[in-house]
C-alpha cells in the first residue's frame, strides 16, 4: 500500500438553483451565469473550494471560478441573450 496524500481531494458539494430571469443563478450570496434559454429551470450545481459548475440533469453547461466575495456576479456573455450582449 501506499501512502496516502498529504491533502484531501476536494469532492465538492451538490445543491440545485433556479435560473433567475436575469440568466444566472446565486450559490452563497453570489451570482452565476448560466445560459438564457434556461430561464426558470432548476439545475444542478457543483461548487469546489476552487469552482463552480452547472448542469442540467446530466449535461456539463458550464464552469465558472468561485467568487472571492459575497455580492459579486460572475458573467459570461455568450449566456446572455444576443440583445442584451450589445447593451453590457
Same mark, same amino acid.
Given at each position: 500500500m501506499?501512502p496516502? +496524500?498529504?491533502?484531501? +481531494?476536494?469532492? #465538492?458539494t451538490w445543491h %440545485? &438553483? /433556479?435560473?433567475?430571469?436575469?440568466c444566472? $443563478? @446565486?450559490?452563497?450570496? $453570489?451570482l452565476?451565469s =448560466?445560459?438564457f =434559454?434556461? &430561464?426558470?429551470?432548476v439545475?444542478?450545481l457543483? =461548487?469546489?473550494?476552487? $469552482? $463552480?459548475a452547472?448542469?442540467?440533469?446530466? %449535461?456539463?453547461?458550464?464552469?465558472?471560478?468561485?467568487? @472571492? %466575495? +459575497? #455580492?459579486?456576479r460572475v458573467?459570461? /456573455?455568450?449566456?446572455?441573450? +444576443? @440583445? =442584451? %450582449?450589445?447593451?453590457?
Amino acid at each position: 500500500m501506499q501512502p496516502l +496524500p498529504g491533502a484531501a +481531494p476536494d469532492l #465538492g458539494t451538490w445543491h %440545485r &438553483a /433556479s435560473v433567475h430571469r436575469d440568466c444566472h $443563478v @446565486q450559490f452563497e450570496r $453570489v451570482l452565476y451565469s =448560466a445560459p438564457f =434559454a434556461l &430561464a426558470g429551470k432548476v439545475l444542478w450545481l457543483r =461548487a469546489t473550494d476552487s $469552482v $463552480v459548475a452547472l448542469y442540467e440533469d446530466y %449535461r456539463h453547461l458550464c464552469t465558472h471560478l468561485r467568487a @472571492q %466575495r +459575497p #455580492g459579486q456576479r460572475v458573467t459570461l /456573455s455568450d449566456h446572455l441573450p +444576443p @440583445q =442584451a %450582449r450589445h447593451f453590457f
